[in-house]
Each structure stands twice: as structure tokens, then as C-alpha cells.
């Protein structure tokens, strides 16, 4: 579908992109999602006034392209930076000398692939940061070369670049086995660091940095290093005892320690994004333990099969609602809703 609109009725701007390798859109009924984009604006319950534009690798190529003068805060919902670095790249130039404001700037997007926030996020007293840097498929002999000289061994977490949701090429003891894994294209090989608990369960965190607020979204325990939500019911479901760990967490006025909230702090203060995810876990001694941190982890769904066991992750919808709005510059209260489709490729 195309077509313009000017921002005469919504002062907001929601924008989602195509992907580099092409569109990847599904549609049901009104609603379209797009691969690489957040679904964090669901927290505004589809109420709020605005616009949408579609920005694509051929935006340029249109006859016709939005007036974007009249929006009050424009919001890039592209967050996978791998898949999406061309269409981002059009999206910094469509952004330029657009006077409103710009939440989650492509040029940020851009710095938060895994190896930049390992870099970026280095040094933070008590957060463990396992070092990551970038392979290339088919060059064995520099792979090898660019991991000994980045200090990093086994054991090693082998990703496809762009890869999201727990998918990993695989867990490898030695560099040689870690090169042998290599398929086309980039990699990140990533150090892998035990977080396991005094039980040998292994607990992931994720937190959720809305412009200053931290919301919590979920605590999912495990057997297996690799945490994924797949283990909410494969695993906590039939055990009470660790729903109950989780439940207590949301039930508290203050989840985590004083020394965990001052790394969230440093990482706000260094993150250039202005909402994203983090995930990670924490060691026996209290120390945080970084997986990832990016604008591309998902807010939904809250609970697994509508389990009512957990219904208290429902608690952080209020918070992360109304940090969103802030974030935003939207008033507490919505009273209508319209949304138009600037441009769709």
C-alpha cells in the first residue's frame, strides 16, 4: 500500500523497515510485522495517534518520499542492525534535518551489534563482559588468527551474525573446532562464561531500559546453559519452587542488589540507545554476567499457553506503559486512536 499524509492529525511518527535482503512482512488482518523491528510499542495498546512509514533497501527509488518536517518525535522501530544496515543507512538520510525528535537514532542502531557492546560496555566494575569479536566464513586461518590475537578461548559460543532467540552454530572446546564450524558469511564468536547457580541451574535476567526507567520482564531458569522461553514450560513449569523465585522477584519493591542496579546504571549512562534489552545472568558471588544487550530482544508474549502460574509477569506491563509514554512525551491519558500508512514499498 502506498500513499502520504501529512502530520496534521498525529504529532507521532512510528517507523519499520524492510531488511536488507528484501521485505520480510507478515500481515494479519490490520496489524503488519516486520522482521528486525520491536514490538515494544504494543505496550501503547494501538490507542495512541500516529503514523506509520515504511522505510525499504529502495526507498530512494519511490516517486515520492514523506514529509517528515511536522512530526513532534519519530520513533525508528529497526533494531536489528545485521539484517538491516542498508535500510538503516537510507533512514539516517531520511532523518537528516528533520527537526523533531528522533528515538533510537539508525546511527545508534547501527553500534548495537554484539561485538560493539562488548566493547562499549567493557570496564564496568561488576559486570562481566565476555569478550566477542567478528569471524568471517571460509577464512579459517585468519579466524584463528583474529581470536588469538583478541585473547579469546575456549570454551566458544560460535553465532551467525544477526541471529536472535537462543540460536547459536554451537558451543566448541577448542579454536580449531570453533574455525571447522564456520559457515559462509560474518560470525560472532563470543567467550563463554559459567553462570550457573549453587544448585547447577542456570537463571537468565532481562531487563528492559526504557529512557531511564529499568523495567524487569523475566527471570527464566534452566538445566541447560542456553536459555531460552522455550524452558519456561519445558523446565520452571512443573517445578513451584522455581515459579516461585521468579514470582518473588516481581513481587519486590526492589528485585536486585545495590551493586547489580549501579551496573544497570553504568549501562544506561553508555548505551546510546534510548530503549533496549538486556540480557544476562548472575554469578555465585553477586557479579553481572552480559549476554547481550540490543533494541531487538522481544517485550511479548508475557505468559506462556495463558498459564495463569504467571500471571505475575502482567506487573511489569504497567511500568514498562508508563515509561514508554514518557519516554515518548505522551500525556497519562489516551483518548483516541488513529493510524495511517505514510509509505509501504
Not at 199 to 220: P, S, T
Not at 276 to 292: A, P, Q, R, S, Y
Request: one cysteine or more; glycine letters at 8%.
Amino acid at each position: 500500500m502506498s500513499g502520504t499524509a501529512s502530520a496534521a492529525d498525529a504529532s507521532l511518527l512510528f517507523i519499520i523497515g524492510g531488511g536488507d535482503q528484501g521485505d520480510q512482512i507478515m500481515q494479519a488482518g490490520s496489524k503488519i510485522m516486520v522482521a528486525g523491528t520491536t514490538d515494544l510499542t504494543k505496550l501503547l495498546l494501538d490507542r495512541e495517534p500516529h503514523h506509520r512509514l515504511h522505510v525499504t533497501r529502495n526507498y530512494f527509488r519511490q516517486s515520492r518520499q514523506a514529509d517528515l518536517s511536522g512530526y513532534r518525535v519519530l520513533v525508528n522501530l529497526i533494531t536489528e542492525p545485521e539484517q538491516n544496515a542498508k535500510v538503516l543507512e537510507n533512514l539516517r538520510k531520511v532523518l537528516r534535518g528533520v527537526p523533531g525528535r528522533v528515538v533510537n537514532p539508525p546511527e545508534a542502531v547501527l553500534r548495537s551489534t554484539r561485538d560493539q557492546v562488548a566493547r562499549l560496555l567493557a570496564g564496568i566494575p561488576d559486570l562481566i563482559v565476555p569478550k566477542a569479536v567478528r569471524l568471517h566464513g571460509g577464512k579459517t586461518s585468519i579466524a584463528a588468527r583474529t581470536l588469538e590475537n583478541a585473547g579469546l578461548g575456549p570454551p566458544i559460543i560460535l553465532r551467525q551474525a544477526g541471529t536472535h532467540t537462543g540460536k547459536i552454530v554451537g558451543l566448541f572446546t577448542t579454536v580449531d573446532e570453533t574455525v571447522a564450524a564456520l559457515g559462509p558469511g560474518e560470525h560472532v564468536a563470543t567467550q563463554f562464561v559459567d553462570f550457573a547457580g549453587v544448585n547447577g541451574l542456570y537463571r537468565k535476567f532481562r531487563v528492559y531500559f526504557i529512557g531511564r526507567r529499568i523495567v524487569l520482564r523475566h527471570m527464566i531458569i534452566s538445566d541447560q546453559w542456553n536459555v531460552h522461553v522455550k524452558d519456561r514450560v519445558r523446565f520452571m513449569a512443573e517445578r513451584p519452587e522455581l515459579v516461585a523465585e521468579e514470582r518473588v522477584l516481581f513481587e519486590s519493591d526492589e528485585p536486585f542488589a545495590p551493586d547489580v542496579r549501579a551496573v544497570f546504571q553504568a549501562v544506561r549512562d553508555r548505551m546510546p540507545l534510548d530503549f533496549f534489552g538486556m540480557d544476562f545472568g548472575i554469578t555465585t558471588n553477586g557479579k553481572v554476567v552480559l549476554f547481550e544487550a540490543n533494541a531487538t530482544m522481544s517485550f511479548f508474549p508475557l505468559t506462556p499457553n495463558h498459564d495463569p502460574q504467571f500471571e505475575y509477569l502482567k506487573r511489569c506491563l504497567a511500568p514498562a506503559h508508563n515509561a514508554l509514554r514518557e519516554l515518548l512525551g505522551l500525556s497519562p491519558q489516551v483518548t483516541r486512536f488513529t493510524q495511517v500508512h505514510l509509505q509501504s514499498a
